[in-house]
């Protein structure tokens, strides 16, 4: 059974850290490229990070570009986002998505990516 669980969300205020994880499990993550997107309501799901498995490439989209760090352990089947200078802007649900298949379009399309976790929530506010 594949699982993707997100963890390390949290209310903080402008300019605070977080770390989220997400622990996968039931397919390869090491052969997986995998990313962060994130939601709020009435909006599509963007993706803000990519982290591929070759080459441990990573792309970030410019809205966290310099703030936030995509990581991957491939020994402990976890992706990491560290995130600071939050901004309010920042608040929204936050997925992990992985693609067992290589990525051979534009990251940011969720088609790409075949399993999704449950989300974890980040808001930042003063």
């Known amino acids: 059974q594949v699982r993707l669980v997100e963890s390390g969300g949290g209310s903080v205020q402008p300019g605070g850290s977080l770390r989220l994880s997400c622990v996968a499990s039931?397919?390869?993550?090491?052969?997986?490229?995998m990313a962060w997107f994130r939601q709020v309501p009435g909006n599509e799901r963007e993706g803000i990070a990519v982290?591929?498995?070759?080459?441990?490439?990573?792309i970030y989209d410019d809205s966290v570009k310099g703030r936030f760090t995509i990581s991957r352990d491939n020994a402990k089947s976890t992706l990491y986002l560290a995130m600071n200078n939050l901004k309010p802007e920042d608040t929204a649900m936050y997925y992990c998505a992985a693609a067992p298949r290589p990525i051979r379009g534009y990251w940011q399309d969720e088609s790409q990516y075949a399993y999704w976790g449950q989300g974890t929530q980040v808001t930042v506010s003063s």
């Open positions: 982290i591929y498995n070759v080459g441990t490439s990573i």
């Open positions: 039931g397919f390869s993550f090491g052969i997986s490229d």
